[in-house]
């Protein structure tokens, strides 16, 4: 019976009627009217689903629930897992003093409405409320992340609006109008498909999401194309409330005032259910009411709203943020108070507003209160103060300018993984789809076997047979994929770890033979001291005063190879900094000749630096880049003497007159990457070494010399930490380059 109950209430939500819009945007207070007059208790309890599903976690959804689970432990036929998790959920969430508590268990009950394949968009969008009472951002984006690829896959299209619904708000909260954007759209898609009036609440977002962008053009657009939706007028509760802020809002800045003023009236008259959610739109409407009559010169009429305002904040403990935006009490009562010239009370509730908003991760609102300030402080004739402000303005937006530039890479990022994605789900529909095709028609035999009892029973046994063979080799398919994924690892993980042993055991092999040698040769002393010379004795103190200087370097050696290790694993994890390239890099080729010179006094070598007086600072981790440039310099100066050396030792009249050189020059293209190239005129590299180059432990230096992780290491310093690449020419016998480019 519970199967049966629980694929009806399933076809409901996946039948044509879904599609029309009837089940998501069916009127919550008719169906809560309706529940009392519901004689059967099977369709009791489908109602209670319905209204559960519209809102699950306002003021009612806890008695609804509590019905919900009586009348199905009497009936029986609901999965109430979920429902039950979803108690629990709601229980503490209208606590108010278990926000953690609360976040657990309500994701523990969309989690059971996966598992059952519930959809819970309206669940999901009211999640967020929680996230953000935790301020927990970064967990918030990455939950809904998740859960979009999961969603995603299964093809829950409201699930996967409610998602994009998310992420949209999160970007907006951050600042980022382009991921705003895109998200809200996307979702606006989706949810065109199954709530109209939804799809009207998020064109409106749309349109404000462009006014705040300074798009005025785009913002008319989607605003129009929302008013001139006949479900415009069936939009309730809060989103009727927002709906009518946002208009408000826009009017307001278009300065059509009059408009401003009654849009700001009709959500001050909107209906809404919930006697908690009512006094939230009421103090949202009369915040805007009073924001309008102050931009219209008139602060006497505003002076009441926000002091009724300011009785429900006082009573209810706004958040600075919630569905319906931004609460900006803060900031309408400091533009009250310079209307009428008392800056004292004013400046103290500017500062508040600014506290509330960085405390809450508000950045669009930080830059908003903090430009207020400067401008303020500046008006009063209060330079120092105005400059600090604007200072951290400047700082603020250029954090925002800093992680734009970030996003301007992350829609080709982003695309190229949901192309992925889309082939992925593709492919796993239609094989889906093809094993679906094939039960199908497995059934149809088998019901002609019963049909024809002799012919067709043979033919069904074989159907069976069948279909367990290719359930089997499904099976044996994922295990062996599973298998291979899992070899791949241990593949790598050996070879890794063979690397470090073999780079390793030089020198603890070079280590243990000089300790046993010293361990002979002072038993010798013990043993034979009277029949020793005191020179002979002399000259086993000098054996191992030299056999403990090479365990010394050979450990040190060691030592260098794990200090290589480590800050290859630490590589481009600090701060980006404004930086001078040119400077860093005279000072690396520097430092790397005077290095190579300590070691070999009879050295000598021509430095050419050639650097773009017009390079100006470039972003980046100094210190990694520091170490790219010295190991780039190094290898350089190293390949030079090696040739001079070389040269010496043929003394031919060609090689005679070899001038070892290294060039380091550095060059920024207006709008193109910057440029930094290390080029000497050594021993240069054949084909076969330039292709192992970059490889971890791979060296061409002598035993000892080397540990074959620096060019390792600033490879991946430069691709991975800065987003370049790193390439080399090499001529063998003429000479090498490496190529440095960085995005700018």
């Not at 809060?238 to 408009?259: H, N």
């Not at 650097?611 to 350089?636: S, W």
């Not at 054949?686 to 010399?705: D, I, R």
């Not at 390439?727 to 016998?733: A, D, I, L, W």
Request: positive net charge; charged residues 25%; hydrophobic residues 40%.
């Amino acid at each position: 019976m519970k199967w049966i109950f629980t694929a009806l209430v399933m076809s409901l939500l996946t039948s044509p009627l879904l599609a029309q819009q009837r089940y998501w945007d069916a009127d919550y207070d008719s169906l809560a009217r309706s529940l009392p007059q519901q004689r059967a208790d099977s369709a009791r309890l489908r109602t209670l689903v319905h209204l559960l599903d519209l809102h699950p976690t306002n003021r009612q959804a806890l008695p609804f629930l509590e019905q919900l689970l009586a009348l199905n432990r009497r009936l029986g036929t609901l999965d109430d897992r979920p429902y039950r998790r979803l108690r629990a959920g709601v229980a503490l969430w209208q606590r108010g003093t278990a926000d953690a508590a609360a976040l657990d268990s309500t994701r523990a009950a969309v989690a059971e409405f996966d598992r059952a394949g519930r959809p819970v968009p309206w669940l999901l969008i009211d999640l967020v409320t929680l996230y953000n009472r935790l301020n927990q951002m970064d967990a918030r984006k990455r939950y809904y992340e998740q859960k979009l690829t999961y969603y995603r896959l299964r093809g829950a299209t409201e699930n996967v609006a409610a998602c994009y619904l998310s992420q949209g708000g999160y970007y907006r909260r951050m600042g980022d109008f382009t991921r705003t954007l895109d998200n809200i759209l996307r979702a606006a898609d989706l949810i065109k498909g199954f709530s109209r009036t939804l799809y009207v609440r998020e064109l409106i977002v749309a349109g404000s999401i462009y006014a705040d962008w300074g798009n005025p053009a785009k913002a008319v657009q989607y605003v129009r194309l929302a008013q001139a939706l006949p479900e415009f007028r069936k939009v309730q509760d809060l989103g009727r409330v927002y709906t009518f802020l946002t208009l408000s809002r826009f009017d307001a800045q278009e300065r059509r005032y009059p408009a401003a003023r009654r849009a700001a009236d009709s959500a001050l008259a909107a209906r809404v259910t919930d006697p908690y959610e009512r006094q939230v739109g009421r103090a949202y409407g009369l915040v805007q009411q009073a924001s309008v009559l102050l931009q219209m010169q008139m602060p006497a009429p505003a002076l009441p709203l926000l002091r009724r305002a300011q009785q429900l904040d006082d009573s209810l403990k706004l958040p600075a943020s919630s569905k319906l935006g931004e609460f900006e009490l803060d900031a309408t009562w400091a533009e009250y108070h310079v209307r009428r010239a008392d800056y004292r009370r004013a400046e103290s509730h500017w500062l508040l507003a600014y506290r509330k908003a960085a405390a809450n991760k508000l950045g669009g609102l930080r830059a908003k209160y903090l430009k207020q300030l400067a401008a303020f402080y500046d008006a009063r004739g209060r330079p120092v103060e105005a400059q600090r402000y604007s200072r951290r303005y400047i700082a603020l937006v250029d954090t925002f300018d800093a992680a734009q530039a970030v996003f301007r890479v992350a829609p080709y990022e982003s695309e190229r993984v949901e192309r992925a994605q889309n082939a992925q789900i593709t492919n796993l529909r239609q094989t889906q789809a093809v094993q679906a095709e094939r039960l199908r028609l497995g059934n149809w035999l088998l019901l002609g076997a019963l049909l024809v009892v002799v012919l067709v029973s043979g033919l069904g046994v074989f159907i069976y047979r069948q279909l367990q063979v290719n359930q089997h080799t499904l099976a044996k398919l994922r295990q062996t994929q599973s298998q291979l994924v899992q070899a791949e690892k241990m593949a790598f993980l050996g070879e890794l770890t063979a690397g470090i042993a073999h780079e390793l055991q030089n020198p603890l092999n070079f280590m243990k033979n000089f300790a046993e040698v010293s361990t002979d040769l002072v038993d010798d002393i013990h043993g034979e001291r009277t029949s020793r010379g005191a020179g002979l004795e002399q000259d086993i103190l000098v054996g191992l005063r030299q056999n403990l200087q090479q365990i010394s370097q050979h450990g040190q050696r060691a030592s260098s190879i794990i200090k290589d290790m480590l800050a290859h694993s630490r590589s481009g994890t600090g701060p980006r900094e404004p930086s001078d390239l040119n400077a860093l890099a005279d000072e690396s080729l520097t430092l790397a000749y005077e290095g190579l010179c300590a070691q070999d006094k009879s050295f000598s070598a021509t430095l050419s630096k050639e650097f773009d007086p017009e390079m100006g600072t470039v972003a980046v981790v100094t210190q990694d880049m520091g170490r790219v440039l010295l190991n780039l310099c190094t290898n350089a100066l190293h390949a030079v003497r090696q040739r001079q050396q070389e040269a010496a030792v043929v003394a031919g009249e060609a090689e005679a007159a070899y001038e070892p050189t290294v060039t380091v020059s550095t060059r920024r293209p207006a709008g193109q990457a910057v440029e930094i190239r290390v080029r000497d005129n050594g021993t240069g590299m054949p084909a076969a070494v330039k292709e192992k180059v970059f490889q971890p432990f791979f060296t061409t230096k002598a035993p000892g010399e080397g540990t074959g992780l620096g060019l390792s290491l600033s490879y991946d310093i430069v691709t991975k930490g800065h987003g370049g690449t790193l390439t080399v020419e090499s001529r063998e016998g003429e000479g090498t380059e490496f190529l440095i480019r960085l995005p700018t």
